[in-house]
C-alpha cells in the first residue's frame, strides 16, 4: 500500500516560518508529481503548490514568494517551506502524490492532513 505521511504543522505567530515535510511509501515505480494543497471548514481543497517530475513548480497567487517547495528524489519526499506567515494560512494542509505503479497505472495518493494554525 502507497501510503503519505505528513509532519510539521503546528501553532505559529503571524511573521513565522514552518516547514512542512511528506514522505511516500510503498510500491512506486516513478513519482509523475507531488504537492501540497490546503483546506479549511467547508471549502474545497485548494492547490498551493506542486512539484512535477521534472523540477516544474506550480504555486498559488496568495503563496508566491512566500512559500517554496522542494523535493528530495532519493527518499521520495517533499517539504514545503513557508514564511511570513499569515492567520489567512490557517488551514490542514494535504500532501498529494501522483505516481506510476508496476500496473501501469497512475493512481493518486492523499495524506492524512496535518494542521497549521497561524495566530494574529
Known amino acids: 500500500q502507497v501510503q503519505l505521511v505528513e509532519s510539521g504543522g503546528g501553532l505559529v505567530q503571524a511573521g513565522g516560518s514552518l516547514r512542512l515535510s511528506c514522505a511516500a511509501s510503498?510500491?512506486?515505480?516513478?513519482?509523475?508529481?507531488m504537492g501540497w494543497y490546503r483546506q479549511t471548514p467547508g471549502k474545497q481543497r485548494d492547490l498551493v503548490a506542486s512539484?512535477?517530475?521534472?523540477?516544474?513548480?506550480n504555486y498559488a497567487d496568495s503563496v508566491k514568494g512566500r512559500f517554496t517547495i522542494s523535493r528530495d528524489n532519493a527518499k521520495n519526499m517533499v517539504y514545503l517551506q513557508m514564511n511570513s506567515l499569515k492567520p489567512e494560512d490557517t488551514a490542514v494542509y494535504y500532501c498529494?502524490?501522483?505516481?506510476?505503479?508496476?500496473?501501469?497505472?497512475?493512481?493518486?495518493?492523499w495524506g492524512q492532513g496535518t494542521l497549521v494554525t497561524v495566530s494574529s
Open positions: 498529494n502524490l501522483r505516481y506510476r505503479n508496476y500496473d501501469y497505472m497512475s493512481p493518486e495518493v
Open positions: 510503498g510500491s512506486i515505480r516513478s513519482i509523475n508529481a
Open positions: 512539484i512535477a517530475s521534472g523540477g516544474t513548480t
